[in-house]
């Protein structure tokens, strides 16, 4: 042992270089199944024999694993050291805690799904943090898998692509109450189902911060969504993503939901009844964030009936319904569809705007932001202090990448009118075409007055003129 450097000095020092980041690579003589030098812990246990010994005899330093893929699109033959591999740092592991991350941009022949996984399914009764991003390789025969959940389990993200049905199975079936479950962060991804306990009141999620849920079309159940959500007392930010045909039917669900301790919700959607029953059945009257979203699938044709669309009154009573406790702060309204020509209610975001004295921060994106919308966020001299909209304004964003359909003035004249008015301290601004906006006289003075103004039309891969 260095004299320098203790036993304990060294095991935190080795934890700290964690993870062991293992490589899914080709069968062949150059082949490596780890980078080049190897990774902790083996690094370090081919120092010396000391070092070894320390090593081999901390579980802990074995316990935090990451996956990485390593193939090419026509590499299929996976090296077959790299499961003696797994089964050995597992080995070596027992009986520390599991922390695992999988990123698996393309699982050759499902390799991972049918032997790396079902590896670590055996040690579940250790995991503590999981997180999987899975490219599932299409079969004729779909493949299913399951992925037991255990009290230990804190947190769990399950992302799943590319298959065409249901492919990875969220066990939640032991959380029956507060005990059994530790879980404190949820994400529940594309092609991700859930096995929930039979008895419909019986699932306690008590320790659940954070939820996202992302369903694809045909895939998951609003009833099993509604379950998680009622366990979830506690929970602090949702973000559900549903952009597809409604899941279940609506009329069998009449509970209402209340998510006392909810801050932040975002809800990304496509649906009609589905948006609408979220929007009528959830409260949270601690809500400080809001993004609201909708967009389209491109490879999906929704009947007019079933098309989401900007409700602002909706969304304005939910908001009266919700915010008893706290103002919202923060509003996203963002509207993607690229196959119909919509055009906002103007009239109803002014009173979803108007209701909003205390916000601070403002995004209108796409298809919601026009001429009319631009002269609305517009402060006028005239009229009485409760006709401005979002007085306290701090931040503004605004982007529209096709046809932005109004000038350059009107944004200038926008944004001058909100820095004189004395609130806002921060623009950021994305459209084709605008190139020249910073460089006005007036916005010019407005920087050096302090106001900062950030132009992402580069970053969000707009067009941009040539001549400019």
Known sequence: MTPSLTEDLLYFVFLYSLPSVLLITPTGPSSKIWTDP???????????????????????????????????VREDHINPGFERLIKKWLALSSPAPLRIHLDIQRDSNNYVSRVILPLFSQEHHRWHSIYSSIAIS??????????????????????????????????LSRYTSDAASHLEYLVL???????????????????????????????????????????????????????????????????????????????VMSNRPTTNYLLERITCPSLRKLIFTVRYPMDTEPSVEEFAFMDFLRIRDFLARSCSNASLEELTLDWQDLKTVYYPDVESL??????????KKLEVHEHLLTQEVIGMLTLRDEGSPG????????????????????????????????????????????????????RRKRVRDCVEEGLRIVDKSFELGFKINPET
């Open 138 to 171: 299409y079969t004729p025969k779909p493949l299913t898998f399951a992925l037991p959940c255990s009290p230990s389990l804190t947190s769990l993200s399950a992302d799943f692509w590319g298959a065409t049905s249901s492919t990875g199975c969220i066990d």
């Open 38 to 72: 190897p990774p902790p812990p083996l690094n370090f246990s081919l120092v010396c024999r000391s070092w070894r010994q320390l090593v081999l005899s901390r579980p802990r330093l074995w316990c935090d694993i990451s996956i990485v893929h390593k193939l090419g």
């Open 350 to 359: 002014r009173d979803l705007l108007l209701s909003l004295k205390d916000l």
């Open 189 to 267: 991804g594309y092609c991700t189902v859930m096995h929930l306990p039979p008895l419909h009141k019986t699932l306690h999620l008590p320790r659940l911060r954070v939820l996202r849920y992302k369903s694809a079309e045909g895939i998951g159940n609003l009833e099993d969504l509604q379950r998680i959500l009622s366990a979830s007392k506690n929970l602090e930010e949702l973000e559900i993503k549903i952009p597809g045909s409604t899941i279940s039917t609506l009329k069998t669900i009449q509970d209402s939901i209340h998510l006392p301790h909810v801050t932040s919700l975002t809800l």
């Open 387 to 438: 006709s401005q909209i979002c007085p306290s304004l701090l931040e503004l964003q605004i982007t529209k990448q096709f046809g932005c359909g109004f000038e350059e003035d009107m944004v200038e004249e926008m944004l001058v009118s909100r820095w004189k008015a004395g609130s806002l301290r921060s623009f950021t601004f994305a459209f084709p075409y605008f190139r020249e906006l910073h």
